[in-house]
């Protein structure tokens, strides 16, 4: 069964950092290109960033691209988003998905992310 547990989001003032980590099972996660997509109030789930499955080339929406990183470690079948200089546009509930423009699985619960100004 295909679980994609997401964590590390919170409350932070605009300007700040976050790290988001997903732990995935269920599947060859080493044998995936992985994505992270965001989903504010009221709008539609967006995709945020791409990383291959051996973690080489990436891609990153506009909006995000020079803040956020994406990064994973087929080791710990994890994938990360480090969130900085933040802004109160990021606020979103974040998920991870394996795929590398289209999600392949079901979503899990997503972590919040809410900056403040």
């Known amino acids: 069964q295909v679980q994609l547990v997401e964590s590390g989001g919170g409350l932070v003032q605009a300007g700040g950092s976050l790290r988001l980590s997903c732990a995935a099972s269920g599947f060859t996660f080493r044998s995936y290109a992985m994505s992270w997509y965001r989903q504010a109030p009221g709008k539609e789930r967006e995709l945020v960033a791409t990383i291959t499955s051996g973690g080489g080339p990436t891609n990153y929406a506009d909006s995000v691209k020079g803040r956020f990183t994406i990064s994973r470690d087929n080791d710990k079948n994890t994938v990360y988003l480090q969130m900085n200089s933040l802004k109160p546009e990021d606020t979103a509930v974040y998920y991870c998905?394996?795929?590398?423009?289209?999600?392949?699985?079901?979503w899990g619960q997503g972590t919040q992310v809410t900056v403040s100004s």
């Open positions: 998905n394996a795929g590398y423009r289209s999600p392949i699985f079901n």
